[in-house]
């Protein structure tokens, strides 16, 4: 992969995100299908053994914000690394 293609790559990521926040943002109803399915996760964990804790707050708690930071980073990371150990300079 081209490191020009591992940009395009990530600027589409943020472009998703960033469409995602804003069909969030104005369509309600977007938020009750999340809150739908948050739902659905919670009583199927009701119904077994075990129970699932919801994803916004594994998401949002101290460790799950440090793993996606560590995960971007890679990411970005990554790519860049090679492109250097395999450059002719």
Known sequence: MRPIAAV???ALACAVGVLAAAVGLI???ASSVA???DALANGAAAAGSASLPSTAA???S???IALGLA????FIAAPA??????SDR
Do not use: D
């Open 62 to 64: 101290p460790g799950g």
């Open 35 to 37: 809150a739908w399915l």
């Open 27 to 29: 369509a309600p109803e």
């Open 8 to 10: 395009h790559a990530v």
């Open 71 to 74: 995960g971007a980073l890679l």
């Open 58 to 60: 594994q998401l949002l």
């Open 81 to 86: 690394a090679i492109y250097f150990a395999l």
